[in-house]
């Protein structure tokens, strides 16, 4: 079951950070932005929805930003759908319009056989060349503890709810959207974020020269942001 906890940063505006597949609420442990944070640090897909609005009546916010990254932002994209009037904006990192059925089946089978060498590859995956530095630092920080604590429960559950997920362009007509992408993605390619602002051709995208799936890292985050 999803848990959501408030960090109070002293900000005016609050922000819903929301990970992605393999990952948890700690991806955004350096992410130094003028908000307040409201997290997951439980994380459950499809229970997300009624668990962010209880803790939205808890901590009393009735108007929120949104930063999806990943499998996030499908989930940010679906509480779009239900929330316009009390989510101000929505920001979109490193996503995808669909994970087509046979790539989840395909990682569902590598998982199986063999879940430390698939995440460890999917890891390093997520770093783009030019993102040594960024790279040397995750594997001697949450790299660790991801490799240990990721249960295959979690892992596949989060596959289940990527095969049914779209980002629908029409959902994100006169809504206040941002994307931002690393040119040198290869869990994401930035090709289908391209094919979505030629839909939404308002859409600002933000494309983050050598960033890779995770560009929330780079040191110049924030001026990106």
Known sequence: MSEFKLFDRGAEKTVLLIPGWAADYRMFN?????????????????????SFIRAAAKYSIDRISVIGWSMGGFIGADLLSKYKDMITDITFISVRKRYPEEEIKSVRSYLKKNRTAFLYRFYNDCFSADEREELSAFKTGLMR?????????????GLQYLSTSRIEPQSLAGVKAKFIHGEEDKIAPIKEVLELKDELPDMRLIAVKGAGHIPFLNK???EIF
């Open 30 to 50: 350096s992410l130094d932005l003028d908000a307040n944070y409201l997290m997951p640090v439980r994380f459950s897909p499809f229970d997300f929805e009624k």
């Open 145 to 157: 503890g991801y490799l240990k604590e990721m249960s295959m429960d979690t892992l596949l559950e």
């Open 220 to 222: 110049n985050f924030k």
